[in-house]
């Protein structure tokens, strides 16, 4: 799509990849607000010539609307929009030259016919009955991102990841994105589809697509492996076992041992699993914890001053 912001000009400037977008919709070209109220969640967006390299699936941006200039005529009785986010998008491959899509939402249905870059998108968060004004968007000065708030003549631009989580925090985190991966998480050979897929995938999807593994069978299978014992705890020798559940088997939980937003290939494949419980996952996560050694057999880690050896499964 070419949802160009024609109010606000500014000089074109080469900013530096961030893998989030911003992505300048123009309401009097192309109508958000149906497409929001329609109930589609994938679609196309035009991005600037200059970073069509730089989109990988696993991305993530914002719709950020302008000043909304419609006539009567166009607005047919629907309400003006402020200036404001009004969704957060997930970017699902690499850009391509194409045609638009969504006769129905253009102004001028002829821009549907236009070959521009287009990077295809799921709407992942839709904001219309509760946009993030721009009026109102507090910003730190780490936080700031000129083209977010002063907006430009152009379709894409790098967002600040800074000004990305504010906004995230804003509308309740990375929890309540509709992130949805429709890969199989069954085998060895998907996992490893998804860790290509995803490989330079943010932070926020990574984990998800951790969590979505996790489910899985490869994870399920994992844990019957360590008899659903906590192997921190059996290295410690501590009981190993959690509560039972309905179904008669111990609670456990299944831990990266390299973090899956660490782009490292590997990391999404159960040679990096380990099983803990709920206590030694948190401080895995956040305690005094140093990986000393990682081999085709085992991990060694250092917790609080004490040397553990975990055999792999």
Not at 107 to 131: A, G, H, N
Not at 204 to 225: C, F, L, N, P, T
């Amino acid at each position: 799509m070419n949802r160009l912001e024609p109010v606000t000009v500014t000089k074109y400037e080469k900013v530096k990849p961030t893998n989030y977008w911003t992505f300048f919709c123009n309401p009097r070209k192309w109508y958000i607000d149906e497409f929001l109220l329609s109930g589609e969640i994938e679609d196309s967006f035009t991005v600037s010539d200059y970073h069509k390299n730089d989109f990988k699936a696993g991305q993530l941006g914002v719709i950020r609307v302008g000043i909304d200039r419609r006539n009567k005529k166009q607005l047919a009785g629907k309400q003006r929009l402020d200036r404001g986010i009004y969704a957060v998008v997930e970017i699902l491959g690499t850009a391509e030259l194409m045609k638009g899509t969504q006769k129905e939402y253009w102004e001028d249905e002829s821009d549907e016919d236009k070959v521009r870059y287009r990077v295809p998108i799921r709407y992942i968060k839709r904001l219309l009955r509760t946009p993030i004004l721009l009026d109102n968007l507090v910003l730190s000065a780490e936080e700031f991102d000129k083209f977010l708030i002063e907006g430009q003549q152009g379709s894409s631009m790098p967002l600040n990841p800074l000004a990305f989580k504010k906004i995230i925090d804003i509308v309740g985190g990375s929890d309540t994105l509709e992130l949805n991966f429709n890969e199989s998480n069954e085998d060895n050979i998907s996992i490893a589809k998804l860790q290509k897929k995803y490989f330079d995938a943010v932070p926020e999807v990574k984990e998800r697509v951790s969590k979505y593994i996790e489910r899985g069978s490869i994870a399920q299978d994992y844990k019957r492996r360590t008899g659903f014992k906590c192997q921190v705890c059996e290295a410690l020798g501590l009981t190993p076992y959690s509560f039972k559940k309905p179904n008669g088997e111990y609670y456990i939980e299944t831990h990266h041992v390299i973090p899956v937003s660490k782009l490292q290939i590997g990391s999404l494949s159960k040679n990096n699993l380990i099983t803990v419980c709920a206590n030694h996952h948190r401080q895995l996560h956040y305690g005094i914890v140093e990986l000393i050694d990682n081999n085709h057999a085992r991990f060694v880690f250092k917790v609080d001053d004490q040397v553990l050896v975990i055999n792999k499964h």
